[in-house]
């Protein structure tokens, strides 16, 4: 296998398992957003709020870091041909 394929899959699988985390932690966004939202509900004080605030944080920070690896994988060129 040549460098450029290698750094083709290396860059593919890296974005694939971002996205995945991603979307694993929107699902947990989701379900934390739904816990505070039955609590308040129940009578429950907003402790839980800084837990949604720190998720969210987390989940940009995550997709502003997909973004920049996805322009980074779109500069390697498409064939080896392409380098020179």
Do not use: C, V, Y
């Not at 989701?30 to 800084?50: E, K, M, S, V, Y």
């Not at 940009?60 to 390697?76: E, N």
């Amino acid at each position: 296998m040549n460098t450029h394929n290698l750094a083709r899959r290396m860059a593919t699988k890296q974005t694939a398992d971002a996205r995945t985390r991603i979307a694993t932690d929107a699902d947990r966004l989701t379900t934390l957003t739904q816990q505070f939202a039955a609590d308040i509900r129940t009578g429950g004080t907003a402790g839980g709020a800084w837990q949604i605030a720190q998720a969210a944080i987390d989940l940009l920070r995550q997709s502003a870091r997909l973004d920049g690896m996805t322009d980074i994988a779109a500069l390697l060129p498409d064939t080896p041909e392409d380098i020179l």
